[in-house]
């Protein structure tokens, strides 16, 4: 399969390429400047480019049998995510390419409450409320996308390295949350859950979530 990777010099973006790669997949790795890619594995085609550009994006996807990008903007930049998200769409949709968009927790519902992620400091710190709210607002562009073949992926609350399993939890609309009160799975098995989406689609125009099992 040919998987092309947007946002790959990133934290999910390097473990996604690595682990489509690790599958025997052709991967081609989208970053935004040279000196990102030297993380990444060998394998994987480099290339340079603009999520932002939806010339560039079309060309990059038209070659591809998925796309999965794991954008995300500078700190201080976050109110630029659903515009990014916009040109992506545009870009991606006149290939009919399918299109696997890593986003945000911010509009998973919490269990027991019927409240927002955004909404409880439990699972939204401070520190994160602006990404937050940007991926609130990119989670709302791809809802009224009825060009693309779109899924949306949004991560547990806590997203951070660790150990690769090859296990995790599926869940919809709500925050998974495991016996501790705890939402989380690491960088590595989140990775698996993406490539496992890309190899074997279970979602169209919808958003899923995982946690650690």
């Not at 998987?3 to 010099?9: P, Q």
């Not at 602006?130 to 996308?145: L, N, T, W």
């Not at 995790?168 to 496992?196: K, Q």
Request: charged share 25%; proline share 6%; aromatic share 4%.
């Amino acid at each position: 399969m040919r998987i092309t990777v947007l946002g790959a010099a990133g934290n999910v973006g390097g473990r996604t390429v690595a682990e489509a790669v690790n599958r025997g997949h052709e991967v081609t790795a989208v970053v935004r400047a040279p000196g990102r890619a030297a993380a990444l594995p060998s394998a994987a085609e480099i290339r340079i480019g603009d999520v932002a550009d939806t010339a560039a994006v079309e060309a990059l996807s038209a070659e591809a049998d998925v796309v999965i990008s794991a954008v995300r903007p500078e700190p201080g930049l976050e109110h630029r995510q659903a515009a990014i998200t916009k040109a992506l769409l545009d870009g991606v949709a006149p290939t009919g390419v399918r299109l696997l968009i890593v986003g945000g927790a911010a509009t998973l519902t919490v269990p027991g409450s019927g409240g927002l992620a955004l909404d409880d400091p439990r699972y939204v710190q401070p520190a994160w409320r602006a990404i937050a709210a940007a991926s609130a607002e990119q989670h709302e562009v791809c809802r009224g996308e009825a060009r693309v073949d779109w899924v949306y992926v949004s991560p547990p609350a806590s997203l951070l390295p660790g150990e690769r399993t090859g296990r995790y939890r599926l869940g919809g609309d709500e925050l998974l949350i495991d016996e501790r009160g705890e939402s989380r799975i690491s960088l590595e098995d989140f990775a698996v859950a993406l490539v496992d989406e890309a190899e074997s689609p279970r979602h169209t125009r919808t958003r899923f979530t995982v946690a650690a099992a």
